[in-house]
């Protein structure tokens, strides 16, 4: 029991967080606009974050304008793709476990 | 946490993978349909071949411009019917039909389509028609296997279907109607009833 706990990554212990991981996960990149409307998040909530998934290492955000316009994608690292495996193995066992 | 909150974390994550890497509205109503266009467009193209008399077809003659016109008005009826039944039934899933990802779909669809394409017209310009029936087949299923990985995953299976029949159309081109039948005919109609079975019905 104590392992599993070990492996739940304090990180990801948001919903918003956990659904940005997953839709990064399946997918090269996705755009600001893109995670909001998927996660139904609002701005402010969504940059604080993402901002704290790029603190970790867990994610990387690449700036570029698109005409006039910025636009900002995220990309998840091979760290955070890794300790999202680990995180949702986790979980699995903690439900199984019950 | 309870271990309830962690259940419902895992489903939305699937969820959301799902969402977010894969265009689920495709409607396998309209693979049926499409199936069913291209048996009635067969049907045509063998009566008028056996009413021709000839057992060449040639080119530049009428019944060569017949089975042109034949084939047009299937694959446009076959669109037509796509585009209409997946954009409504997008509406329904209250998904969007014109965002990054149907754009990926798309161009992961169409490119070994149009490259297909183009190179039978080449071939048929230098008078090589034996193996049309084949390429055509077997680009198609190119197509289906590439643009699986953004819909869903039994589009791959058609995909594979059509690839092999292709290849067996190479092997006995003069059967090349018949393969075109079971490709182009029987197997929308089957994977498309898979599909309006296993997605469509709720």
């Not at chain 1, 998040?41 to 994610?59: M, R």
């Not at chain 2, 034996?130 to 087949?137: I, S, Y």
Request: with cysteine; aromatic share 14%; proline share 1%.
């Amino acid at each position: 029991m104590k392992n599993i706990i070990l492996n739940i990554n304090k990180a990801f212990d948001h919903r918003i967080r956990l659904g940005i991981m997953s839709v990064l996960m399946v997918n090269e990149y996705a755009d600001f606009n893109t995670l909001k409307e998927l996660l139904g998040a609002t701005d402010g909530n969504l940059a604080s974050h993402t901002k704290a998934l790029e603190k970790v290492d867990f994610i990387k955000v690449e700036k570029q304008f698109i005409g006039r316009k910025p636009n900002t994608k995220y990309i998840a690292t091979e760290l955070g793709k890794k300790e999202f495996k680990k995180h949702i193995d986790a979980l699995e066992k903690l439900i199984k476990n019950k | 946490m309870s271990s309830e909150n962690y259940l419902k974390d895992i489903s939305e994550i699937k969820t959301l993978m799902n969402k977010s890497s894969r265009f689920i509205s495709l409607s396998g109503l309209s693979g049926i349909l499409a199936g069913f266009y291209a048996l009635i467009g067969a049907t045509f193209a063998y009566w008028f071949y056996t009413l021709d008399g000839n057992e060449y077809i040639v080119i530049e003659s009428e019944i060569f411009n017949f089975l042109i016109l034949d084939i047009l008005i299937v694959g446009i009826l076959s669109v037509g019917t796509a585009i209409f039944l997946t954009t409504k039934k997008a509406k329904k899933n209250d998904e969007k039909i014109w965002d990054s990802l149907t754009r990926r779909l798309l161009t992961s669809f169409i490119v070994p389509l149009l490259a297909g394409g183009i190179y039978i017209l080449i071939i048929l310009n230098q008078q090589k028609y034996g193996q049309t029936g084949a390429l055509m087949l077997l680009f198609y299923g190119l197509a289906l296997l590439n643009a699986s990985k953004y819909t869903l995953g039994d589009v791959k299976y058609l995909g594979y279907t059509q690839i092999i029949l292709g290849l067996l159309c190479a092997v006995f081109p003069s059967y090349g109607f018949w393969f075109w039948v079971i490709g182009f005919g029987f197997m929308h109609i089957i994977y498309g009833a898979s599909m309006y079975y296993k997605y469509d019905r709720k």
